[in-house]
């Protein structure tokens, strides 16, 4: 009797052990989330739930056969919880004794979930049952196009982002477990320029607008073959502009490689004259007046004009430098640091050639008619007339 009723009380030890351990493992049951994502936008969706290969049956005759379609529906509850349903429909719910587990399927479109930002292209799931103290002890998930793992477990994110069909995320326990899953299915990157905080820019993605930006720097999200472009000419304020020699690059996988724009900044200078004159010279070329072009900051310039010297009949212009629009002197080497409205200075020469010349002539008019009256009073000494010598011969005849 002895070695029976040893026997007995052992069977009972047992079965009391593992009606306590199941009844601890109800409330924490070993989640499985499995998500599949077509190129149509649809989402399908398992969750499979299991106490353990040991403790299946138990927990299958003493919780789950009890009422199934609590055990259904909370599920179900849980997946529209982790997405933020608000469309779905139940595909099934049942037993899977390979897995030693019941599962529930059900399918959404992507844009029945509030856990999906369109514009950004991600898609983020929560874990519903962490706070209950059980967690997803896995969440797979396939994809037939493109996407990235942007999960917020990661502290980091990765210099380098591979596209990829599958993910999949383990947790050992409910300590390990994260409370949030992301998917990207485009590539988070920053675009930055070296304009001024105070500058508004665009910033576009193969040719479409995507952001409007005043600052350095904004966070874009982009895919694999995607190109990134800005303006190419901002202009910021009179005579001030931005000009970017490279304004569009290919999408670069790395995100912590920010893709910069460079904008040199450019002045409008411009060139005129009071007095008509034939061209100018701006670093040996020539253009005609009135001439107006852009200039990077910072640049030499030597600047003159054609002809620098305009005769006149008694004063000459000679062309001596620039003066801007504030009144400031400049000469014609200069360098570019502001927006400039410059116009030809000219200073008054005497034209020398023509007045000598002038006074020359003023002479000769002066003393042409004085040699005239000297030549003619000679001629009356030389030459008398014919009465003096008449008179002269009857004088010496008298005589």
Known sequence: MKPLT??????????????????????????????????????????????GAYYWQYFKDSFYNLN?????????????QAFGLTGYRVLGAGEDEAKY????????????SRRY???????????????????????RVESEGNMYDCSPRDKAWPRIWYSTHELEW??????????????????????????????AWRIYLNSE???DVKGEASLIYVNEDDKVSVDRIIEDQEGVRYVCGFHTLPAALEVNRTLSFNYIREYRVSLDSRIKIEAVSVNGYRHNLPYEFWT????????????????????????????????ARLSVNFTVGRPMRLT???REELNIANTVIVVSALILAFLIPELRKRVSVEIIWEKPSEQTRERDGKQRQDV
């Open 6 to 51: 040893t026997i007995l009380l052992l069977l009972l030890i047992a079965a009391f052990n593992m009606s306590s351990a199941v009844g601890e493992k109800q409330l924490r049951l070993q989640r499985t989330l499995e998500v599949r994502i077509l190129l149509n936008s649809t989402v399908l969706v398992r969750v499979s739930s299991t106490p």
């Open 68 to 80: 199934r379609s609590y055990w259904h529906s909370q599920a179900i509850d849980m997946i529209i």
């Open 101 to 112: 587990a019941f599962i529930v399927e059900l399918v959404f479109q992507l844009e029945d």
């Open 117 to 139: 930002v369109e514009r950004n292209g991600t898609l983020s799931i929560l874990d519903p049952y962490k706070p209950s103290g059980e967690y997803f002890s896995s969440v």
């Open 170 to 199: 383990r947790n050992a326990d409910l300590s390990d477990a994260p409370e949030e899953y992301g998917i990207c299915f485009k590539i988070p990157l920053r675009i930055a320029s070296n304009l001024p905080r105070d500058v």
């Open 209 to 211: 607008p995507v952001a």
């Open 296 to 327: 990077a900051e910072n640049t030499s310039l030597s600047v003159s004009v054609i002809p620098v010297v305009i005769e006149g009949s008694f004063t000459n212009h000679v062309f001596d430098g620039w003066e801007d629009s504030d009144g």
């Open 344 to 346: 030809a200075v000219w």
